[in-house]
């Protein structure tokens, strides 16, 4: 099935606009750069770098070359216009293309070169393993920079290794499937996105108890893998990676979505890179099947119903949590059709109110053992008390 773009443009115009904002983002790029090296305020470059997936064969890591990445925040004492501060800086980004990176693993390396966003994507071959770690750590350093420094020119990544008695992997969405986003208000989103941090964004009740369980098959190691996959920006993936482990929810590579200029960036819907993703990760995973996550809120029912007709064989259920639960809506609406649709090819859609309900199917199918149960209730419940933020 082709999924349709939801941003319908002319395609000679959405091709005109896309060369004349490429061009004039570039010219406006390298002019900042000329001036600054002119003046001798070239910046430095550094890598922020983001968590990589390892497969059976290769080793995925990526990251982005900026002179300004995010600092730490203080999340005791920030007020909203600090908080405001470090927003405006997260997407007013300096970005350094064409730096030479090496990624190094377990004696494998590699090289890339950062693209016009700064952007890099590193494939390594993957040693043998024969009991790899759950999570492990990669290399990344900037070569042959002339302005690179010793003491910033280098930095470690997490990556996900998914070990031979995993069961099942998980794609969750975030925005208002595990975090509050309020993503159907375009007020309250930009309200929490500029004016909040990882600490006053709340999570959905019970999620943290719900995905730890799922991915833990003995309540104690990580078995299961989970991927987060969003339409927000890389400019947050700082904020969601904080908000993750500030909100003890498994942690796992964010898969987010470029804002650039690029022909294959620009004027491209925000929603439909989800559906990219998804299909990578099933694809690069052969032997595991999957648990879909995501929200009536947007588009992610009928993302995940193209998914499941192009991959009726790997995955084996999708829930869709309910944004409005208290009341009849056209999300709703929306969703059942998605239902029926993933149903044609024997895939199970729910649409489901809260963890609680989520777990109790998942114990149904066998994705999770019963005796979870009562642990996501009482979290569930108890988040639903906690004061707001």
Partial sequence: MTVANNEQWPTPFKEWLTRTASAADDIADSGVRRLKRRFGHEDIPKIQPYTGYATSERIYLHGRVLTNPPIDPDYQTDHWWR?????????????????????????HTATTTSDSEGYFHLTLNRPRHDKAAFWDVAKLSIKNHPRARRESDQTTCHVLSVPSEAKFAIISDVDDTIL??????????????????????????????LYERLQCEDNDRPTNPIFYVSSSPWNLYDLLEDFLELNAIPRGPLLLRDLGFDENKFLKSGHEHKLDKARRLIRAYKHLPFLLFGDSGQEDARLYAAAAEEFPDRIRGIFIRDVDPMILSSHDAKVDQYVRQAAQVGVPMYLIKDSIQAAEIA??????????????????RRDTERPPV
């Fill in 83 to 107: 908080n405001l501060q470090n927003a405006v800086q997260r997407f007013v980004s300096n970005e350094v293309p064409g730096v030479t990176i090496e990624g190094a693993f377990d004696g």
């Fill in 180 to 209: 509050h986003t309020g993503a159907t208000n375009i007020v309250t989103m930009a309200k929490l996105t500029f004016f909040g941090n990882a600490r006053t964004r709340a999570p959905l009740d019970g999620v943290a108890e």
């Fill in 363 to 380: 114990a149904e199918h066998g994705w999770l053992d019963r005796d979870a149960l009562p642990s996501i209730i009482q979290a569930t």
